[in-house]
Every structure is written in structure tokens, then in C-alpha cells.
């Protein structure tokens, strides 16, 4: 892909994950007791893992939080969650996608100190059953707000999904998905995003809700991009910053730029981190910039 030039300014190197640590990806990243908190995928751990951050540029250790069990029938592999202190004030609830068979599914996990998770469900809260969502459901992103939890996920083929689909719940456990399913998919005008769209992370303001998502040229080329809705769930527009990161050529990110969690700043900036890949290597990176 002809490089573009990206809206938001990229940290040159990666923040967390080396060839030590092996594949870091899919990171999920809010404050909480005032220090950054990174939920985040370890591949070679077959594992969910946590760390924490006081600049968002140097992370700690990862710590396990949650590994995956090959007897359950559909989570040989765990990754990709998000992960929320509980509204009534116990714990933290978290969200994760399960793998197996070449099929992807949704659970729901719970802890108290937010470190050890113990499995809420032993069967998927969320499956694949649209045409749409094809082998698989996954990326889940939560958000608690009114009283009702709401999630945001992608669904598609396996290896790469293909839309973004929404679900409520009054409990986050079970959950009903929206009947106008997907709300959001590819533009094929655009060259970044021609191919498909994925995970994504979702922002309220005084605007409505802002939604980070990767964008695909093809299923090894990725991005990362924003859009805009009043509702968080219809109507979404495109900003214009489009794209806000990208692959820079010979460098560690020179594939594919993955998976964006946000945080917004008071001055009004967001800061953005991401996994890069090169090749097989793939770590979490760092970006900052600002949407109008």
C-alpha cells in the first residue's frame, strides 16, 4: 500500500512486547486508580494478560489474568477482551474471544482484584448466527452506560472479520444482538479500508460516540480509522482525518497497524495504541493526534 500520510503521530518503537515476550496484540487501555491500564493478548502464552503504565510509553511486566482452556470445546486459544470495573462496585467484569475449530466466540469472566479471573459462564454469552457473522463473533467492547451494558463486535471469517455488530444487555451476560445488524462495514471507495473493517473501541462525548476501528486494504494490509455517530449505533460518518495510522515502510509496523484502544485527554488530543506487525513479529505501539 502506498504509504499516506497519517494524521496522528507515531511513537517510533513499540511500547510493550519484544522478541522475549513473543506476539503482544490486541491491548485494551482506560485509567483506573489513577495509572493506565493495559488489557492485553499474549499469544505464545495462549493467555490473557495485564499491564500497567504511568506515561503510556513505559508498561509494566505483563502478569496472566486469564488462560485459556482446551477442554471447554471452543477456547484452544484466548484472546482479545476488554475488561471493566463492575458498576455495582465489586470487581471487574471482563469480556474475551475464545477460539476453536476455526470458529470464534464471546465469554464473560469476573474478578475481584481485577488480576485473577475466574470464568463467569463455561458456555460462549455470544455465538455466531447470522449469515453475516459467519464462523465467528469477536473483539468484544463494553461499555456501561445508563444502566445498560452495550457491546460493540466483529464478526466475520476467522482469520480477519468483516463487519462491526452491536448487543445489549441489562446484566452482561446475556445479551440481545440489534436486529439491524451489522451497523457498520466497509467503504469500498476507500483504498484503506476497501477490503473490510474490525475491531474497534468506542468513545462518548459531547458529540455522540466515536468509534476507532482497523480498516483493511486486503486481509494483510490494515489501518487504523475513526467514525463518528450520534447514537453509537446507526448513521456513522467517517472523519476526515481518515486514516489516522498506517504502515510505515521498514519499519516494525511495515504490514498491517491493528486493534486501536483510546484514551482522550483533557486538552482534547487522543492518545491511541495499537499492534503493529512485521511479518510474524507483532507488538503494541503508541500514536497521538487529534479529531474535530
Not at 35 to 63: E, H, I, T
Not at 86 to 102: E, H, I, R
Not at 206 to 228: N, P, S, V, W
Request: aromatic residues 12%; glycine residues 8%; hydrophobic residues 30%.
Amino acid at each position: 500500500m502506498k504509504k499516506v500520510k497519517d494524521s496522528f503521530q507515531k511513537h517510533p518503537v513499540p511500547v510493550l512486547g519484544n522478541a522475549e515476550t513473543g506476539t503482544i496484540f490486541d491491548a485494551f487501555v482506560r485509567y483506573h486508580d489513577g495509572k493506565l491500564r493495559m488489557d492485553l493478548s499474549w499469544r505464545p502464552q495462549k493467555a490473557l494478560a495485564v499491564s500497567f503504565s504511568d506515561d503510556g510509553l513505559r508498561w509494566s511486566d505483563p502478569v496472566i489474568t486469564l488462560r485459556h482452556d482446551p477442554d471447554s470445546g471452543w477456547e484452544d486459544d484466548l484472546n482479545r477482551n476488554c475488561v471493566l470495573p463492575s458498576p455495582d462496585g465489586n470487581g471487574f467484569l471482563m469480556w474475551y474471544t475464545g477460539q476453536a475449530n476455526g470458529h470464534s466466540y464471546i465469554g464473560v469472566a469476573r474478578s475481584e482484584d481485577g488480576i485473577h479471573f475466574e470464568r463467569f459462564r463455561e458456555a460462549p454469552i455470544l455465538s455466531p448466527e447470522a449469515d453475516f457473522e459467519g464462523e465467528s463473533v469477536m473483539n468484544p467492547f463494553v461499555m456501561h452506560e445508563d444502566g445498560i451494558f452495550k457491546m460493540w463486535y466483529a464478526a466475520g471469517e476467522t482469520y480477519e472479520p468483516n463487519v462491526i455488530c452491536y448487543a445489549e444487555s441489562s446484566d452482561g451476560v446475556s445479551w440481545k444482538k440489534y436486529e439491524g445488524n451489522p451497523i457498520f462495514c466497509c467503504n469500498p471507495e476507500k483504498e484503506y479500508e476497501q477490503n473490510r473493517i474490525g475491531a474497534c473501541d468506542v468513545l462518548r462525548d459531547e458529540k455522540g460516540y466515536l468509534m476507532f476501528y482497523i480498516g483493511y486494504r486486503d486481509i494483510h494490509t490494515a489501518c487504523i480509522c475513526a467514525a463518528r455517530s450520534e447514537n453509537g449505533i446507526d448513521h456513522w460518518r467517517r472523519v476526515k482525518e481518515n486514516p489516522l495510522v498506517t504502515p510505515t515502510p521498514g519499519t516494525w509496523d511495515e504490514d498491517a497497524c491493528y486493534k486501536p484502544t483510546v484514551v482522550k485527554n483533557a486538552d482534547g488530543t487522543y492518545r491511541l495504541w495499537y499492534n503493529g506487525r512485521r511479518r510474524d513479529d507483532e507488538y503494541i505501539g503508541y500514536a497521538h493526534g487529534r479529531i474535530e
